[in-house]
């Protein structure tokens, strides 16, 4: 779609575009040029120079057992996480739209969550959990469960999976209600009238009418815990017990940072660019189909 | 409406008190915080804490705001706002800026700018964390509000909002203001700024958020303790050895911290909602 009515001149909109494309081009195109090509050398011990290896860095983080690893846990984690916060945020909307009246005030009660930052959120966790003084992890010790997420690796991938689950539940809530919403309700009242009870009716009508929201919510969670939970697992774990919640952002930073593995580090961006890239292509396919309906 | 389904019955009772539960479990955590940022550092380290707030909300929220652990928390929140602000305005300025340009004007290489901005929806910072450091480090942004700012105010969403709603704008609107006589820059500031209000202030609010909750680049980017951002500040508060951490301070710190953007969402909500899912088309 074009305007038909367009101004003349061209100094103007290039002066226009300048900032954004300035601004673009320092801090996106040319730190993921140098990421690309970073990715192709090894700086020596002395971090004087580097020299070409080729392919040589991506060869190394693929034969690696803990990069290997790495992406293992992000493939769980990830998962987990979509999981936890789109089930719980559609039994949450389900129930809420069954209301007449009130649903506005659960839904003011259920979304601010979402403005609570993932490091943040990550430290009340931390805090519930804590081995010394949390009250989760006393009550459950008076119960005869010994939480330690510190040492036991399952116990901290459910920790960070919890606190980076939480805040999303309000956003997938807020996006569950609104397709619930939209749903005609003579569809709704013409089933109950034919006799099928509430939970019939929803995996027989309304699910199915949900699905384009579903699908959406799927992508950009899975989008969110790959890049977005660096912070819960910085506050919670850094990455441990033996690595066992580093998922693939928090490793380009640990190795980038803390190891000073630069050229490591390097082509760990660029498969995540890959990575990025396939995850922004599916959900803009999924947008197309979306204006087709 | 009282048709068949919403009939109030059982089904209606335990629809509340689902619902009820799940705002519990929401809340817990934040409640839990509150608490410990009003009792005493003895009742917390010897568990079971307390589980209703006690009387040292002003002590602990002095103590933190005034001194802090590393620096005043006063001084992470002013950061903080100059942060978000910046991020949301800056954000907002440029797109609104580059979205009029695409949308009124045919120059050469619109369309490679078009797509240079696009792309830029596939790098979020921490895919390109090392290099984007060494470009800001470079420039000599580090410690800096700039440093803070300006790596994460381009934004692909911002522009394509403002795009998608230029297209919306009547042709007859562009036509009436050439055949006065107006310029360019004068049809934006009288007729397409004014339009675009709600927008604004819908970006406004998400951007905000974005802003202030960011994490891991204030955490590279300051390494001066003044300059640090309240998020990224309460993690630092943490003694790095086997000391016990002083959990009144930091859990009225983590208050404070989730105070400006909950505020935002609680009484801005139809913008909020707006933006949210207008970014996310």
């Known amino acids: 779609m074009e305007k038909l009515v367009t101004f003349?001149?061209?100094?103007?909109?290039?002066?226009?575009?300048?900032?954004?494309?300035?601004?673009?081009?320092?801090?996106?195109?040319?730190?993921?040029?140098?990421?690309v090509y970073q990715s192709l050398f090894i700086p020596d011990p002395f971090g004087l120079r580097s020299h070409f290896v080729g392919l040589g860095n991506f060869e190394f983080l693929l034969g690696d057992p803990f990069y290997r690893a790495s992406f293992w846990?992000?493939?769980?984690?990830?998962?987990?996480?979509t999981l936890v916060s789109v089930g719980l945020a559609l039994w949450l909307a389900v129930m809420a739209d069954r209301l007449i009246k009130g649903s506005a005030t659960?839904?003011?009660?259920?979304?601010?969550?979402?403005?609570?930052?993932?490091?943040v959120a990550g430290v009340l966790w931390l805090f519930m959990f804590n081995t010394r003084v949390g009250v989760i992890s006393w009550y459950l010790g008076q119960a005869g469960y010994d939480w330690n997420h510190v040492l036991n690796s399952n116990e901290a991938m459910g920790l960070v999976v919890i606190a980076s689950s939480w805040g999303r539940i309000?956003?997938?809530?807020?996006?569950?209600?609104?397709?619930?919403?939209?749903?005609?309700?003579?569809?709704?009242?013409?089933?109950?009238?034919?006799?099928?009870?509430?939970?019939?009716?929803?995996w027989t009508i309304v699910f199915p009418l949900l699905s384009p929201t579903t699908f959406f919510l799927l992508v950009v969670n899975i989008v969110y815990a790959f890049f977005e939970t660096f912070g819960v697992i910085h506050t919670i774990t850094t990455g441990g017990p033996q690595q066992a919640t580093t998922i693939l952002v928090y490793k380009v930073?640990?190795?980038g940072f803390v190891g000073q593995d630069l050229g490591s580090s390097a082509a760990q961006s660029v498969i995540l660019l890959v990575v990025v890239g396939i995850l922004t292509i599916i959900q803009f396919r999924y947008i197309e189909r979306r204006v087709h309906y | 409406m009282s048709g068949m389904v919403e009939k109030r019955g059982r089904g209606y009772w335990f629809t509340h008190a689902g619902l009820i539960l799940g705002v519990l479990v929401i809340f817990f955590p934040i409640y839990l915080a509150f608490v410990a940022s009003t009792v005493t550092q003895p009742e917390i380290v010897r568990p079971p804490m307390p589980l209703i707030p006690g009387g040292h909300f002003y002590e602990n929220y002095r103590e933190a705001l005034v001194s802090g652990i590393n620096a005043p928390v006063a001084r992470m929140?002013?950061?903080?706002?100059?942060?978000?602000?910046?991020?949301?305005?800056?954000?907002?300025?440029?797109?609104?800026?580059?979205?009029?340009a695409i949308v009124y004007f045919r120059f050469p290489l619109r369309k490679t700018f078009f797509w240079m901005i696009?792309?830029?929806?596939?790098?979020?910072?921490?895919?390109?964390?090392?290099?984007?450091?060494?470009?800001?480090?470079?420039?000599?942004?580090?410690?800096?509000?700039?440093?803070?700012?300006?790596?994460?105010?381009?934004?692909?969403?911002?522009?394509?909002?403002?795009?998608?709603?230029?297209?919306?704008?009547?042709?007859?609107l562009a036509e009436a203001a050439?055949?006065?006589?107006?310029?360019?820059?004068?049809?934006?500031?009288?007729?397409?700024?004014?339009?675009?209000?709600?927008?604004?202030?819908?970006?406004?609010v998400i951007l905000f958020i974005y802003g202030w909750n960011q994490y891991l680049w204030p955490l590279l980017i300051t390494t001066d303790p003044q300059m640090n951002t309240i998020v990224m500040g309460i993690k630092q508060m943490f003694p790095s050895g086997d000391d016990i951490a002083n959990w009144p301070v930091i859990m009225a710190t983590a208050i404070l911290a989730m105070l400006p953007p909950v505020a935002v969402v609680i009484f801005m909500q139809k913008l909020f909602i707006k933006g949210l899912i207008e970014t996310e088309k």
């Open chain 1, 106 to 119: 659960y839904r003011t009660l259920l979304i601010w969550p979402y403005a609570v930052a993932p490091a």
């Open chain 1, 170 to 202: 309000s956003y997938n809530f807020l996006f569950f209600l609104a397709g619930l919403q939209a749903i005609p309700k003579s569809v709704i009242e013409a089933a109950a009238i034919d006799g099928a009870h509430f939970w019939k009716r929803f």
């Open chain 2, 77 to 100: 929140l002013f950061n903080s706002s100059i942060m978000a602000l910046g991020i949301a305005l800056g954000k907002i300025v440029i797109s609104i800026l580059s979205a009029f």
């Open chain 1, 253 to 255: 930073y640990s190795d």
């Open chain 1, 8 to 35: 003349k001149g061209w100094k103007l909109p290039l002066l226009l575009l300048a900032p954004q494309v300035l601004v673009t081009a320092c801090f996106f195109f040319w730190p993921a040029w140098q990421a």
């Open chain 2, 178 to 204: 050439r055949v006065d006589g107006a310029g360019p820059m004068r049809f934006f500031a009288d007729i397409l700024l004014p339009m675009s209000r709600t927008n604004i202030a819908a970006l406004f």
């Open chain 1, 73 to 81: 846990t992000t493939a769980v984690f990830s998962s987990l996480v």
């Open chain 2, 118 to 172: 696009f792309l830029t929806l596939m790098l979020p910072v921490e895919v390109r964390i090392v290099p984007t450091y060494e470009v800001a480090a470079n420039f000599g942004l580090l410690n800096s509000y700039p440093g803070l700012i300006l790596p994460l105010i381009a934004s692909a969403t911002a522009t394509f909002l403002f795009r998608q709603f230029f297209l919306t704008v009547p042709d007859e």
